[in-house]
């Protein structure tokens, strides 16, 4: 059985804090500068870490110290702050732990090898998704993310993946707090690099729901990095509770409608092997399998 693994609100925005949300507590300030350490670019400036967590830098200096006593973060050149030994520890040991990776991983270097493209395997996180394995060809240039990375869950195939799969009210309630932006769902991924300004309209934020509940895979058309799209299938575990889901990521020009009519179904018997390998059993939530787009229709 996979442990759940959202442990903050679907209401409450993940990374740095946005307006009208406070860190006040020592463990909560604590977390927010171990998440900002984590990101990618490290090391990190004191500024930058104060930054992205909104806290002084004061507060931010005290805490690193602390963490680097404890071997969670480690001083760098120019002052500056990257994950410690003990940190990474545990992140390498928690990633073993359970199923789901072991039998993901396998299966993502399978759909890397079939498609040329960049596989990956991402868990929710409230209004988030975090990428944890990536699978991901030999080039010269990174396309898809990297493990430990955040993407907005409406704004990422694996998050519009987990809403089809969920309670339609569900979907439809992140979809009402992104139109209106309190809190800004995307507000912590602005500065992500080759990140779209604009949140993605409403619109198009339900109708890729709505398919993808229907044809059992999402799509997500350059909803965040408008060079790339994605397509993604929720892995369940044997309750059917959903603990994650399979990615495939790409350039867009190689990952146009044809790609994609070719790609999504096959993303979707991937994910569905390891759903089976992890106890799930059958099709939910209406999804049929193998079911291809009729002549006509839009994506």
Not at 63 to 80: H, I
Not at 132 to 153: F, K, M, Q
Not at 187 to 215: M, T
Request: hydrophobic fraction near 45%; glycine fraction near 12%; include cysteine.
């Amino acid at each position: 059985m996979g442990k759940p693994v959202n442990t903050r609100s679907s209401a409450q925005p993940a990374g740095r804090p946005t307006a009208g949300q406070s860190v006040t507590g020592p463990v909560d300030k604590a977390m927010e500068v171990l998440s900002a350490l984590v990101a990618g670019g490290a090391p990190h400036r004191l500024a930058d870490l104060a930054r992205r967590t909104g806290l002084a830098k004061p507060t931010v200096h005290r805490l690193l110290r602390s963490l680097a006593d404890s071997g969670f973060a480690e001083p760098a050149e120019g002052g500056s702050y990257r994950a410690g030994p003990r940190l990474l520890g545990l992140a390498a040991a928690a990633l073993d732990g359970g199923p789901e990776l072991r039998l993901a991983r396998p299966v993502l270097a399978d759909l890397r090898t079939r498609t040329g493209l960049c596989a990956h395997y991402a868990v929710r996180d409230g209004a988030a998704t975090v990428c944890l394995d990536v699978s991901e060809p030999a080039r010269e240039y990174a396309v898809g993310p990297r493990p430990g990375s955040r993407s907005p869950l409406l704004g990422s195939a694996a998050g519009l993946a987990v809403l089809a799969a969920s309670p339609a009210a569900e979907a439809e309630a992140e979809i009402a707090r992104s139109e209106a932006g309190q809190p800004d769902p995307w507000e912590p991924f602005a500065e992500e690099p080759g990140a779209a300004v604009l949140p993605v309209p409403a619109g198009r934020l339900r109708a890729a729901v709505e398919l993808a509940a229907r044809h059992g895979y999402a799509v997500e058309d350059g909803f965040v990095r408008e060079d790339q799209r994605a397509v993604a299938s929720v892995v369940r575990e044997g309750t059917g509770r959903v603990v994650g889901a399979l990615v495939l990521t790409g350039l867009a020009f190689t990952l146009d409608d044809a790609s994609v009519d070719l790609y999504g179904p096959m993303v979707r018997a991937a994910a569905g092997s390891v759903s089976a390998a992890l106890g799930e059993r059958g099709p939910r939530l209406g999804l049929v399998p193998g079911r291809a787009f009729e002549a006509g229709e839009t994506r």
